[in-house]
């Protein structure tokens, strides 16, 4: 960041005014007149050197308006300088609570995870769909993409298990941005399967990542998961600053 002051009409205008005065002696009466004058150019002139300096700082800051929607909040560094970003998948409500109490001990951002078709509510309904995806290898297409995934460096990410695995919607998520180079920590709610086979098949899916210990929550235990999460991040190195 820096400022620019034109110091030459600066110059100018200092030689201009010291002119005016000599001047304005000679004339008389007429010298507190253009001393009130000078003050007034002179006035002007800070004050255009101050709008050019804000003009700076914003194109230095950029248009927040160009940061992707879909995120949560600004990248807020964890422990060690990094970036966090929680991802997740949410049917019932349980992988959100979890998610919500990673993102209270982190600092870190929130995308929600949103097929474009909403999944049905109704439980057998529900469950027979993810069925069909999973044997099909469907990618349903998602109602928002992260935009700015190059700005994390941990990326968590949640869901239930369904059918052993993730919903096919996290398939989508993790195939279309990869996370190349970044550290990708798992988390699920279940009824008895724990992770399953989800953490091989984010291996498989983001084979250049590097896939932390995952969190299984039953789901009737979400809302009493504070301190296995707690601990379990602890074991990761992941806190908030």
């Known amino acids: ?24 002696l000679a004339a008389g009466g007429n010298f507190m007149k ?21 003009t700076i700082f914003a194109q ?28 997740f998948f949410s049917h019932s409500g349980n992988t959100r609570v979890i998610a919500d109490m990673i993102c209270e001990m982190t600092g870190g951002d929130t ?4 097929a474009v078709r909403p999944y049905p ?17 469907l990618r349903p297409p998602l109602a928002e993409k992260l935009k700015n995934a190059e700005a994390y460096d ?8 369904w059918w052993g695995t993730m919903p096919m919607a996290v398939f989508t998520f993790l195939s279309e941005n990869g996370f190349a180079g970044k550290t990708i920590v798992p988390f699920c709610t279940h009824e008895g399967s724990e992770l ?13 990542s590097t896939v932390m210990e995952g969190l299984a929550v039953y789901g009737d235990e979400v ?19």
């Open 154 to 161: 941990v990326i968590f990410v949640g869901y239930p298990n």
């Open 121 to 137: 509510k109704e439980y057998d309904a529900v469950v027979e769909q993810a069925k069909r995806e999973l044997e099909s290898n």
């Open 34 to 54: 253009m001393v009130i004058l000078s003050i007034t150019m002179f006035t002007v002139l800070m004050a255009f050197m101050a709008a050019d300096i804000r």
């Open 111 to 114: 995308f929600e995870i949103k």
């Open 196 to 208: 399953g086979a989800s953490v091989r098949d984010i291996e498989k899916l983001c084979p250049k």
């Open 60 to 87: 230095e800051k950029g248009d927040p308006s160009e940061k992707a929607v879909a995120v949560q909040g600004k990248s807020t560094p964890a422990q060690g300088g990094k970036t966090i970003l929680i991802a």
């Open 223 to 241: 809302k009493n998961a504070r301190g296995a999460a707690a601990e379990w991040l602890n074991r990761l190195g992941i806190s908030k600053r």
């Open 1 to 24: 960041m820096f400022f620019y002051i034109d110091f030459e009409l600066l110059e100018c205008f200092r030689i201009k005014l010291r002119a005016t005065k000599i001047n304005s």
